[in-house]
């Protein structure tokens, strides 16, 4: 038990003892509960109650309901996307064409000759900053998934490898070192490349993000593993075999309090102007589109880890194999 409830379960031990408070018995009650490694995790306790040669014995069973709560997160998840998503969605629309006409005729104003150079100026801020805008809008309809994905037979690790490349010198600008392990004969999945990208991309910046800011300019250490072949242990998606990808970065760690805000579209702890806190929120709509997972956690030794699993579909594990 952490240490901080123990005092508060203590007391509510004594107090049913002494009052033989039956209240407490047939119901189950939510508690936090403490592994050896300090890390927390929700248990449910209920309590029962028999008498054996006229003495009272109670019997608690304690379940760890890390799973249960992770399902029911997931669902109330993907309604409150899909509720903004169809807001969102209204919204970029009718932004979007005001937003075109006004880059549309700033870039023929820039195009004139005879502008002094104020006026130039002055133009190109408004392209630019319209241009801001768009890229916004951009990442708010794919938010609200108004792309259709362009799903392909694609090998997890070559996106990883190309995504690396892309931030390879920012990551050496801030020193961070970085370990890659794919796992060997990984399976193809269907899959949009862009989008697994795109998500990969926005893993990869929070990460040397937090990093940074707890490590400065030295000591960032980031892994990439992939796994193939998984099999679900919780019983749900029996049958399918999964491909998984960790990326597990040595930052500051996600806030307990935030655990379950950073998938919300909109959450972002980056000062303002530096995050719209749209990128974890895209990855979510993107992989629940391919029927995946995405889940953080913090590492027990700091910093925190994103697992992605994508799922590995018979058909084409049959057709590959007939290729
Ligand atoms: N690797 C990480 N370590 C610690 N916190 C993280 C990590 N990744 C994400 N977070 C938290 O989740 C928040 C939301 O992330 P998200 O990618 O959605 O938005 P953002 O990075 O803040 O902004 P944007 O991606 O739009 O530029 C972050 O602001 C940060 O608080
Ligand atoms: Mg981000």
């Known amino acids: 038990m952490p240490d901080k409830y123990r005092t508060v379960f203590q007391t509510g031990a004594d107090n049913f003892l002494a009052n033989n408070a039956s209240q407490f018995i047939g119901k189950s009650i939510e508690f936090v509960g403490q592994k050896k490694s300090g890390s927390k995790f929700p248990i449910d306790i ?5 008498k054996i040669e006229g003495q009272k014995i109670y019997t608690a069973i304690l379940v760890d309901i890390t799973e249960r709560k992770h399902l029911q997160q997931q669902l109330l998840q993907s309604e409150k996307m899909a509720a903004v998503g169809q807001l969102v969605a209204g919204v970029t629309h009718e932004v979007n064409n005001p937003l075109a006409v006004v880059m549309g005729y700033s870039e023929m104003l820039l195009m004139e000759e005879d502008l002094n150079d104020d006026m130039r100026k002055y133009l190109q801020v408004i392209y630019d900053e319209a241009q801001k805008s768009k890229d916004v809008i951009q990442d708010l309809l794919s938010f609200a998934r108004m792309h259709e994905p362009d799903k392909q037979l694609v090998n997890v690790n070559d996106i ?40 990969l991309l926005n893993l ?45 970065d040595n930052g500051k760690g996600i806030d307990e309090e935030f655990v379950n805000k950073i998938f919300d579209p909109f959450f972002t702890t980056k000062p303002e102007g530096e995050g719209t806190g749209l990128g974890l929120s895209v990855s979510y709509g993107i ?31 049959v057709e590959s194999a007939s290729a």
């Open 46 to 50: 209920s309590i029962s109650e028999c």
């Open 204 to 248: 990869l910046i929070n990460a040397e993000y937090s990093m940074v800011s707890r490590n400065g300019k030295r000591g960032s250490r980031l892994l990439i593993d992939t796994k193939s072949n998984v099999r679900r242990s919780d019983g749900r998606d029996a049958g399918t075999s999964f491909v998984e990808i960790y990326v597990s």
């Open 160 to 199: 990883i490898k190309k995504t690396l490349t892309l931030k390879e010198y920012d990551f050496k600008k801030h020193d961070v070192e970085v370990k890659y392990t794919p796992a060997p004969d990984i399976s193809t999945i269907l899959a949009d490349p862009n989008q697994i990208q795109q998500v």
């Open 287 to 317: 992989i629940e589109d391919h029927k995946g997972e995405i889940r953080a956690f913090n590492n027990d030794e700091g910093g925190a880890t994103f697992r992605i699993s994508l799922p590995i579909t018979q058909n084409i594990e």
